[in-house]
């Protein structure tokens, strides 16, 4: 990979950039959101792009890759197309997510933060995504694929190998490219925000209980006087 961006490459980016900080009250706030951005262009946080972080923000590029090393989201090589994350915390784990790490990582022959030769798939071991109640739970480029067993998750990477587009079991029609996510993570929106299911009737429980019950959420101290 070059040591710099092209220039018209870098200027698009110094212009998404500029949009990124018009957001905040303080420039150097923007650097998530734009590291996100080096990702949508290189697929992942590369030297030149936190180069061109630092001189857009005025910061060193020792503080730009100290923000950059330690959230888990960015990466510091190449991400394969589909960043294919295996949940094995807890509840995952017991119900099956440990027998689809691996079978996973025996049937592509990589192993934690490793991408396959043909650059298609990186996998991930993840710790907790928030889904305990679709356990055993996937997540390719953050998308949720629900109550998998080894079988559905073999299907799903084979499918991912072949080119074949996938769709979540919540979210968007299809799962789109890391860099496209990367893209959408920088703030800039690709138009599928409502496209799916954002709720399953298992998360929907409680509320449906508390409905039918006619119960309602207590009051705050003090909210009774208003």
Known sequence: MSERFTADVEARLRHEMAQ????????????????????????????????LCSDVLSLTRAEVSAVATFYSQYRRRPNGEYNVGVCTNALCAVMGGDIIWEKLSEHLGIGHDQTTADGKITLEQLECN???????VIMVNWEFFDNQTPASALELVDKI????????????DKVHTFKEISHVLAGFEDGHVDEGPAAGPESLVGLRYARERGWSAPQAVGEEQK
Request: hydrophobic share 40%; net charge negative; proline share 10%.
């Open 20 to 51: 990124i900080i018009a957001k905040y009250p303080d420039d150097r706030s923007a650097l998530l959101p734009m590291l996100h951005l080096i990702q949508s262009e290189d697929g992942y946080v590369s030297p030149r792009g936190i180069a």
């Open 130 to 136: 928030a889904a305990c109640d679709y356990a055993p």
């Open 161 to 172: 190998t072949a080119g074949e587009d996938i769709a979540p079991t919540r979210g968007a």
